[in-house]
């Protein structure tokens, strides 16, 4: 799993053009609304439901928007009924793409996605295309600030707890799980004193594409316009962009 940093950087840089847009509260609800529809309310017994809620509360949503997502999901209240799809295909140069999204109306949704793939030199093949390509894997980061913990103790600590490896740049540790272990790792580390900036269950390449400038450039404006659609919860990618290019370029 070595290089997932690679995958991170824009990763992190998604997170923050998702805040502002203002739209993050929307897709998180979403989020919510589908692991209670799936799995009930409580989130006691439905991890899913309470990785969800952790991850809207991590964004500082209000405690009311995620109470009212688990009601509209298990019947409390009325609301609109969405369903989940992924979508895969390629994007410039053959960068491998997955698509989620949860959805009222999928003929509309996935018109959108497709018109996203032609417009920027892409194109969106079958399901199972790349999904092949990415391992599901709970995904920590800390923020080396917060803590005076080394990497060594760090990484005893991950161990015992039940983490499957741990990646460390200048700025970060990034802590990889099974994704069934993901909530018992989280607790075990924050019970340790430990805060993340990131904490969820997510796609992670297993190999990377590699793209100049111009290739670059143009994968990332087919990133912002499907994580522009309100429809979009999360686009995966293997796009490895060189740091230098990822500045000049935002």
């Known amino acids: ?11 992190h840089r ?9 739209k993050l ?35 500082n949503m209000p405690k009311d928007n995620i109470d009212r997502a688990i009601k509209k999901a298990t019947g409390d209240l009325e609301g609109v009924n969405y369903e989940e799809y992924t979508y ?42 790349v999904s092949f390509m990415f391992n ?20 005893l600590e991950v161990i015992e707890a039940g983490g499957e490896e741990m990646e460390t740049t200048e700025e970060q ?11 018992d790792v989280k607790q075990a580390l924050e019970s340790s004193g430990y805060a993340f900036t990131t904490s969820e269950v997510t796609m992670i390449p297993e190999t990377y594409t590699e793209l100049g400038e111009e290739g670059v450039e143009k994968m990332l404006k087919l990133i912002d ?8 919860q999360e686009v995966y990618h293997n796009l490895d962009a060189d740091e230098a290019i990822l500045e000049k370029l935002s």
């Open 225 to 232: 316009m499907l994580e522009d659609n309100d429809d979009v």
């Open 1 to 11: 799993m070595a290089g997932h940093s690679k995958w991170s950087n824009i990763k």
């Open 173 to 183: 540790f990034e802590i990889y799980t099974d994704p069934e272990s993901f909530s």
């Open 88 to 129: 895969e295909g390629y994007g410039p140069g053959g960068v491998a793409v997955m698509v989620k999204v949860l959805t009222d109306n999928k003929n509309r949704t996935a018109a959108d996605v497709r018109h996203a793939f032609n417009k920027n030199d892409g194109n969106l093949g079958e399901n199972g295309c």
């Open 25 to 59: 509260f929307m897709k998180l609800a979403r989020e919510i609304f589908m692991a209670a529809k799936q799995g009930g309310g409580d989130q006691e017994t439905n991890p899913a439901l309470r990785i969800a809620v952790d991850k809207a509360r991590s964004n």
């Open 14 to 22: 998604k997170g923050a053009q998702d805040a502002k847009r203002g």
């Open 136 to 155: 599901r894997s709970g995904y920590l980061v800390i923020d080396r600030q917060t803590t005076e913990a080394d990497e060594e103790e760090l990484m």
